[in-house]
């Protein structure tokens, strides 16, 4: 059976200026699209599952016209998006390089799905006949209204018997509405069948810590474990947790791995030397959605937690959100194909 993945937040127009120059050091930005949800249900329409996406867009607007397009193009089902009020969100992404960070600045307030009320979508129509439905922790960081959106999303996939996963995704930049995350995100942690996340997420998300040093550019995996399991322990009803691992020797030079715990078995990933990164952006969401359809389709939890990481190594090496690589490409680097030689 084919899986089929539906997907829930904002997209917005990325802009980023050619290569690695600094924002405006020349007037040119490069314009493309990008969402956590909507990187998901890309890379999964690439792997050959089928993807919705859904999502409140503006009216009459050229831009989210062209986005709905870009969706289609990619394969991903966009019958299910709403018009409403509001605007279509901007961020800007300055890719950094060597000892220069990469930084992302937002220009999304007021945007449709920011002001969209609690009633805009139709979930038991939008997630009909799906079998995974995913969310991260951005939507209910950009407003209190599309935290309520995104908590009855859940609601409903739980009660429709959908598989469901959450990518908590802490972005302190966005949560300003009132709320801190770790007052939020414990709502939809409860509804989540599968939790994705890095050390910070469960800190600032969740208030789960763990002694954990991020910034040495080397990870003490046995802590990892330990946060593993307080998370389990703390949410009863989650069956299993995904933690990446990333190494941070600079901004061109990571080292890339993730863990997955079922409450039984703690799996480790083969670690990725990535030292020459293109684009970091969308990374962790290539991982989401390598790791959703390996576990919608590979016999084991060790195959895909090798292939989301796998999937997410290469992610590394574009720009733009967008994952572009099939499930073949992805299996011959699980299977050792990373040299990089020219494939004739």
């Known amino acids: 059976m084919t899986p089929s993945i539906a997907t829930f937040g ?3 127009l990325r802009l980023s200026p050619p290569g690695y120059e ?11 699209f990008g969402g956590g949800e909507a990187n998901v249900a890309v890379s999964v329409a690439q792997f050959g599952a089928e993807a919705r996406f859904i999502t409140v867009l503006p009216e009459k607007n050229a831009i989210a016209d062209a986005l709905v397009g870009e969706m289609r193009r990619f394969g991903v089902d966009a019958s299910h998006l709403v018009r409403g009020p509001g605007r279509m969100g901007v961020y800007f992404v300055e890719a950094g390089a060597n000892q220069r960070p990469s930084s992302v600045l937002y220009d999304r307030a007021g945007s449709a799905i920011a002001i969209a009320q609690r009633d805009a979508i139709d979930w038991k129509t939008a997630l009909k006949d799906a079998t995974w439905f995913h969310i991260t922790g951005i939507t209910p960081a950009i407003s209190e209204s599309a935290a309520e959106l995104a908590i009855e999303a859940l609601q409903t996939a739980r009660g429709l018997g959908i598989r469901t996963s959450c990518d908590l995704n802490y972005r302190k930049n966005l949560w300003k509405w009132g709320k801190a995350a770790s007052e939020v995100m414990p709502l939809l942690a409860k509804l989540t069948d599968v939790c994705i996340a890095n050390e ?3 800190q600032k998300a969740l208030n789960i ?3 954990i040093d991020v ?8 802590k990892y474990s330990e946060l593993a399991e307080r998370v389990l322990a703390t949410y009863r009803d989650m069956k299993m947790i995904a933690i990446t691992l990333r190494e941070s020797k600079s901004a061109s030079h990571n080292g890339w791995s993730a863990c997955l715990y079922d409450g039984k078995e703690f799996l480790l990933s083969k ?5 020459h990164i293109v684009d970091r952006v969308g990374g962790g969401d290539s991982f989401a959605g390598g790791l959703i359809y390996g576990l919608s389709t590979f016999e084991s939890r060790a195959e895909a937690l090798e292939f989301a990481v796998a999937a997410s190594a290469l992610k590394h ?3 733009g959100d967008f994952n572009r690589f099939s499930v073949e490409e992805v299996l011959a ?3 050792g194909g990373g040299s990089g030689r020219v494939q004739r």
Request: aromatic share 6%; with cysteine; charged share 30%.
């Open 209 to 211: 810590h763990v002694d």
């Open 317 to 319: 090496s574009i720009p």
């Open 10 to 12: 904002e997209i917005m």
């Open 271 to 275: 670690k990725y030397e990535i030292t």
């Open 200 to 202: 910070e997420d469960c």
């Open 22 to 32: 600094r924002l405006l050091q020349s007037p040119l930005f490069v314009a493309t």
């Open 215 to 222: 910034e040495s550019g080397s990870l003490e995996r046995e």
């Open 333 to 335: 680097l699980v299977k």
